[in-house]
């Protein structure tokens, strides 16, 4: 996020595209989506999630139109460049033939889509690599550069507590659960014991100090997340994830469910908005994903089947889960479900497979998060020219980038309201808000120079300003309500 224009890196095709944004989606916001669908209720789940996904593609159009729009800003400047230095190595003529020429001087621009037809490729291809803070830099003024790379700072940081959380949280069922299969029924607290006198929240911090020991010197350094690594992640993810909804289904054909979840209810909405927005984020990431497409003839159709295939991976999930388990013992981490037990999973290898499993994903991705905030936070102070001390750059920003997020872990570990809280700010800032109006300036930044009559062949179906606008407003709205459901739910209490 904090690069501008870069390397496109290996093309691959529609196909293994439409895979590489699938898992980027379904992540850790998937595992705490079946809790929040039992508190609000299956029917206000199901139309919510629907909505949301809706909305979430429909931005998702709007930042590919955006970077489309950027590629033919940046080979149009490129063309004005080529054209003042073929100017200025003809000025040498003599005098005669300054003469001749003076009759016939270009104008200093021509509409873009003038230059478009003379030459073979389409100014609209995506073919550079523009990350959403050139994009930013690009069609924004200095204020909303600056708010942009404070959203993204934040949600960031909402993403490394949400890690740093999940991780010992699940080191901590495993080592303090009862996994005799007698503990299918039994709800823990904080205060129950894990190792004679230590408590289980004491076994917590003691698993997030390790973690953060661990991968908290990464911040310090530049981290890569390799091809294998990935390859080994989503195959991971993969096998969970199946192994989770088959043997949901198992208990429930068998009758065994346990679940009886309310149609509707609303006070568990305004985190389940939070959760599902989180759930849905891909638009940060979207230059680094379409770009290496080879063919990206039908890219929005391949972005609508995946938002269908997601939305109906997220529903086929959640409502295993709330018809599986009673929706009182289910665990803010879901996978914690088939820990203790046995009626679902009587194979304890399994079952400490399941449970340590997003310690394996989300510790590889730590480090990756991390040193994308730290690279945010030294471009947000970064002026042209300028270099940071030594102890700015090798300490102060990873630090500052690596104490909130384990401060927050240390307070709290409640993964529903903090995936809820980063996904209902930040994350409607860079999922509605931001792709919004970076269509919006992009349009009218670009019109002047195209003309109306060129057509961006990514542009967005959603091409009218009604949709913006109503975007804009259903952000506003959003936030809003979750705002004032906070101070109401903190005034009861």
Known sequence: MAGGITDTGEPYSPFVGLVYMFNLIVGTGALTMPKAFARAGWVVSLTLITFLGFMSYMTTTFVIEVMAAANAQLRWKRREQEEVDNSDSTSEYSDDDEVTCRGRSEPETRPILSVQRSGQADHFDIVERVEMGQMASMFFNKVGVNMFYICIIVYLYGDLAIYAAAVPISLMEVACGNHSCSAGSVKYNDTDPCWGSVTRKDAYRVF???????????????AQKTKYLQILTSLMRWIAFTMMIILALIR??????????????LSGVPNLFGVCVYSFMCQHSLPSLVTPISNKKRVGSLVLFDYILILGFYVLLSFTAIFCFDSALLYDMYTLNF?????????????????????FTISTNFPIIAVTLRNNWKTLFHRDGGTYPWVVDRVVFPLITLVPPIVVAFCTHNLESLVGITGAYAGTGIQYIVPAFLVFYARRHLEPV??????????????HSFWVWFVLLWAAFCLMFVTANIILTDTKK
Do not use: E, Q, W
């Not at 429930?252 to 209810?265: F, L, M, T």
């Not at 304890?348 to 449970?355: D, I, K």
């Open 252 to 265: 429930i054909g068998k009758d065994h469910g346990a679940g009886h979840p309310p149609v509707a209810s």
């Open 450 to 463: 195209m003309g109306r009559d060129a057509v961006n062949k990514h542009r967005s179906p959603f091409r």
């Open 208 to 222: 997030l100090s390790v973690f953060t020991v661990l991968l908290g010197p990464f911040t310090f350094f530049n």
């Open 339 to 359: 820990t203790d037990n046995c009626d679902v999973l009587d194979i304890p290898v399994l079952r400490y497979f399941l449970g340590l499993f997003p310690v």
